[in-house]
């Protein structure tokens, strides 16, 4: 377990990513433009510092080409008049090329037909971009005429980019609503964050049938390049009913993080698909008992899962549970199962949910490897009254998991008596700010010692002391709450919340 301490180590591999200055610099010079052409011309001329405003008004189907180079401090921006008040429709996308360019304020909506598989794409042509951001950006319902269209809303390309504070609601063809695209095996440094992604509706073909797959809200890498490592960030953000498939996140790629994001009502889940080293820590699931939904689905190596919050599971559904270890298939190739090894699972709180802990999930003639070298530590799992099943039910008994101060109750446990697992109420309350947490009596208060599977912090940004701990994502504190759910005002356009 050398490794999978040295991991727990590296939670604070992406605090660097903000040191990127994407803060805008006095402007050098700012040009007004009212054409697709005359953006063109303006970017020839663009330095360092210089400012694009776009003029309000609808743009239909303009193509728009942003392609230079800023400098460190000194973006080249490319704006809107107004935010909120450029609107750019019909066949309309945007490509970024080059390094240190921001794009802001603008809006997507009453799409038609795309010719590209990209609306906004970080790259002209192979030019990629880097250092670069979009931001304030508004998507509505930016569909093609047909659902069978497979077109992507945001494309990433290149490395050290961000998308921030941007709204994305309403896509229904295939295609992922945002993918961080992996052609080489580098590092790309992504940043994604302070977004809402909305209303993605299941999938349909234009007959009225269910498509399975292709309708990711988020989608990190790809098959081909999934053993290599991306480190990208995905926090702060606010995933709402998104329902498209299964995989809401799909993470196809390494070293990613999962932070500080609420996932509020969507009848799908956040799915380690490929790839390894991925860290999903401090985020709330709330399903509110929606069909189909889920939480944290896993499959590979070195994962870590931490002080996160999942509550409201129902169903019997074996592949949408709070946290689904699924099985692997030997040799596998890379867009199959490959098995679960040596994952951290610690200090989560999993409350009034039917589907808690799923062990074996897809276990076959064809997927036999069941998962090996995994830790349950410091969990608190509290079921819902009227729960039918196990707390954790194990579909593959030849699983290798160890457990050690876990608190589970409320429903029969699903395995023999393990010494890492104590059945007792954990007598969590509901809150002032409508979290299960625990009463002044509860017996996970100060029950852990501190041990290899220790985290720094809780669920809330607040510090673990380094005597005696609590069992679970919270940590009982006096000190101030730095990370909590998400609400819509949090997230999202700045003007678009300033005028509601």
């Not at 803060?23 to 330095?47: H, R």
């Not at 809402?196 to 988020?218: K, M």
């Not at 698909?273 to 069909?291: C, D, L, S, V």
């Given at each position: ?8 180590l ?13 803060g805008?610099?006095a ?5 007004k433009?009212s ?6 011309a ?16 609808v743009w239909?189907d303009?193509?728009i080409v942003m ?14 008049e107004t935010?909120?008040?450029v609107v ?41 971009a880097?250092?670069?951001r979009l931001?304030n ?7 093609p ?12 390309y290149?490395?050290?980019n961000?998308v921030?504070?941007?709204y ?24 994604i ?12 073909d234009?007959?009225g ?9 988020l989608?990190?890498?790809t ?10 960030t ?10 498209g498939?299964?995989?809401?996140i799909?993470v ?6 999962i ?6 009502n969507?009848a799908a889940?956040?799915?380690l698909?490929h790839?390894?080293g ?16 889920g939480?944290i ?6 994962h ?17 549970g709070a ?15 490959f098995?679960?090894k040596?994952?951290l699972i610690?200090?989560n ?6 589907n ?5 999930d897809k ?10 070298d ?7 799992v509290?079921?819902?009254g009227?729960a ?13 998991l ?9 429903a029969?446990?699903?395995?023999g ?6 059945q ?15 009463g002044?009596e ?11 599977y220790?985290v ?9 002391p380094?005597g005696?701990r609590?069992?679970g994502?919270?940590?009982v504190?006096?000190t101030?709450i730095r ?5 819509p005002?949090d ?10």
């Amino acid at each position: 377990m050398k490794k999978l301490r040295k991991s727990l180590l590296s939670l604070c591999i992406v605090t660097a990513f903000y040191a990127i200055p994407f803060g805008a610099s006095a402007e050098e010079s700012v040009v007004k433009v009212s054409s697709v052409d005359e953006i063109s011309a303006a970017m020839i001329k663009a330095q360092p510092g210089d400012t694009i405003v776009m003029r309000n008004g609808v743009w239909k189907d303009a193509a728009i080409v942003m392609e230079g180079a800023g400098k460190q401090n000194k973006p080249i921006t490319l704006r809107a008049e107004t935010p909120g008040q450029v609107v750019l429709s019909g066949a309309s996308t945007l490509n970024i090329g080059g390094s240190y360019l921001v794009v802001d304020g603008l809006v997507f909506k009453d799409g038609g037909d795309i010719d590209d598989s990209g609306v906004i794409e970080f790259r002209v042509g192979d030019h990629e971009a880097t250092h670069s951001r979009l931001t304030n950006v508004q998507m509505l319902d930016y569909n093609p005429l047909s659902n069978e269209k497979n077109t992507k809303w945001v494309g990433l390309y290149g490395s050290y980019n961000r998308v921030d504070h941007s709204y994305f609601k309403g896509k229904k063809n295939i295609g992922a609503t945002m993918v961080v695209w992996r052609e080489q095996a580098g590092e790309q440094h992504h940043v994604i964050d302070h977004n809402h992604f909305a209303g993605r509706p299941i999938l349909h073909d234009d007959s009225g049938q269910v498509i399975s797959n292709e309708a990711e809200t988020l989608r990190i890498g790809t098959s081909t390049y999934s053993l290599s490592d991306s480190y990208t960030t995905v926090e702060n953000n606010l995933f709402e009913n998104n329902d498209g498939e299964i995989e809401m996140i799909s993470v196809k790629s390494g070293k990613n993080v999962i932070r500080g994001n609420t996932f509020l009502n969507n009848a799908a889940t956040v799915t380690l698909r490929h790839g390894n080293g991925t860290h999903i820590e401090n985020n709330f699931f709330f399903a509110n008992g929606k069909a189909n939904a889920g939480a944290i689905r896993v499959i590979g190596e070195d994962h870590v899962i931490a002080n996160n919050y999942i509550s409201g599971i129902v169903g019997s559904n074996t592949t949408r549970g709070a946290i689904v270890l699924t099985n692997g298939i030997p040799n596998s190739d890379l867009n199959k199962y490959f098995q679960v090894k040596n994952v951290l699972i610690t200090h989560n709180t999993l409350v009034n949910n039917d589907n808690n802990i799923i062990v074996g999930d897809k276990k076959s003639g064809t997927n036999t490897l069941a998962p090996v070298d995994t830790i349950i530590a410091n969990n608190v799992v509290q079921a819902s009254g009227n729960a039918k099943l196990p707390l954790i039910k194990v579909i593959d008994d030849s699983a290798a998991l160890t457990y050690e101060g876990n608190f589970m109750y409320g429903a029969e446990l699903g395995i023999g008596p393990v010494a890492g697992i104590t059945q007792q109420n954990p007598q969590l309350a509901l809150a002032e700010d409508g979290l299960y947490r625990a009463g002044e009596e509860s017996p996970i208060i100060n029950a852990l010692k501190n041990g290899a599977y220790s985290v720094k912090e809780d669920m809330d940004g607040q510090p673990r002391p380094q005597g005696n701990r609590d069992a679970g994502a919270d940590e009982v504190s006096k000190t101030p709450i730095r990370n909590k759910p998400l609400q819509p005002s949090d997230v999202g356009p700045e003007w678009l919340n300033a005028s509601e």
